[in-house]
């Protein structure tokens, strides 16, 4: 009976306040069973202590939903929703005016954008790098052999000037020697253009060449040498070279490298003949202690071609053979 009776009061509370929201016309349409006394301002009469009610609901929508029910309606008209304001806006004490965002200044731009002295990209620092990719020696027919081939340049990141070499040496006698001084010029990424001249000390007489190529790194991570030559007496030559590195671990690494040399005409004061004249191919395994000083062994298979295996065999050499070198790698 006690929950009845609160039932009761709640509803007739919550049509108390329905009615005193309505505009009177909108009261004189309802039915007048629906109707409800006004309030008068008589006093309420005593009534006694209503029992401990049960406790409210768990359930937070309906216990909420009860409370604004049984909230008075002078209550309900008086709540006015949480003002809402922005996440980035500043707070505004009353009577304080927003100024607007002033412009920017060069000073402001400056602050934004310090000048930047770390070292750039295509600068004009003078850097420079001595490479000898090999430096190798093996022992063929009781004789002791040594070889080299190394490179070095100095300048910018886009002009520099190269000096190039390769030799042999056997029983300490130079059998084959040649320098190059090039000029060197960046003309797309990891490639560059090269002119200038070589000089060949042996075989034979000395001579010269003046010569042009290209150096750089070709898609796949192949390193290639191409360059053309063009000596005294119209004699032509070439000389390409194609090599890669396979990282076995980060310190043990195989190089494969081939060589290809032609020469317009033969020349038989230096031993060579007309067209595809020499064919070198080689694998070294190296091991780097510093990146830059790496021991390395490797074997090296060399063929002569046409008018060059001629003359070879007309000196009692072979026109082919296989040799098994160490050496070392460094820079510097």
């Known amino acids: 009976m006690n929950v009845l009776h609160a039932s009761i009061q709640n509803f007739r509370t919550g049509m108390l306040a329905i009615a005193?929201?309505?505009p009177p016309h909108a009261m004189a349409q309802m039915d007048p069973t629906m109707q409800m006394p006004m309030p008068t301002n008589k006093p309420a009469p005593t009534k006694k202590?209503?029992?401990k009610r049960q406790p409210p609901p768990t359930d937070t929508h309906?216990?909420?939903?009860?409370?604004?029910?049984?909230?008075?309606?002078g209550e309900m008209q008086s709540m006015d929703p949480m003002p809402k304001q922005s996440a980035t806006a500043s707070p505004v004490s009353p009577g304080q005016v927003r100024q607007p965002i002033e412009p920017?200044?060069?000073?402001?731009?400056?602050a934004a954008f310090p000048q930047v002295t770390a070292h750039p990209m295509h600068d004009n620092d003078i850097h420079s790098l001595v490479l000898?990719?090999?430096?190798?020696?093996?022992?063929?027919?009781n004789a002791t052999n040594l070889e080299w081939e190394g490179s070095g340049w100095i300048g910018t990141d886009l002009n520099r000037v190269w000096l190039r070499s390769e030799g042999q040496r056997t029983d300490g006698h130079v059998t084959d020697a040649d320098i190059e001084v090039l000029y060197g010029h960046s003309i797309a990424t990891w490639w560059d253009v090269l002119a200038g001249v070589r000089h060949d000390f042996k075989p034979g007489a000395s001579q010269d060449f003046a010569a042009i190529g290209i150096s750089g790194l070709a898609p796949g991570k192949f390193e290639i040498k191409a360059t053309a030559y063009i000596g005294q007496s119209g004699q032509t030559?070439?000389?390409?070279?194609?090599?890669y590195e396979l990282l076995l671990t980060n310190r043990l690494i195989v190089q494969p490298l081939v060589e290809v040399n032609f020469f317009g005409r033969s020349d038989a004061r230096r031993s060579v003949g007309s067209g595809l004249s020499t064919l070198e191919a080689g694998?070294?395994?190296?091991?780097?202690?510093?990146?830059q000083f790496a021991p390395y062994i490797g074997v090296v298979r060399e063929c002569a071609f046409g008018g060059t295996a001629d003359f070879r065999h007309a000196d009692g050499e072979h026109a082919s053979a296989t040799r098994y070198v160490a050496g070392l790698r460094f820079w510097f």
Do not use: S
Request: proline share 6%; no cysteine.
């Open 132 to 141: 000898f990719d090999r430096f190798e020696a093996w022992n063929a027919n």
């Open 237 to 243: 030559a070439a000389r390409i070279e194609a090599q």
């Open 49 to 51: 202590p209503a029992p």
């Open 62 to 73: 309906a216990a909420t939903g009860d409370a604004m029910g049984a909230m008075p309606a």
């Open 104 to 110: 920017l200044t060069d000073a402001d731009r400056a």
């Open 20 to 22: 005193l929201l309505l």
């Open 283 to 291: 694998l070294r395994m190296r091991y780097e202690i510093t990146r």
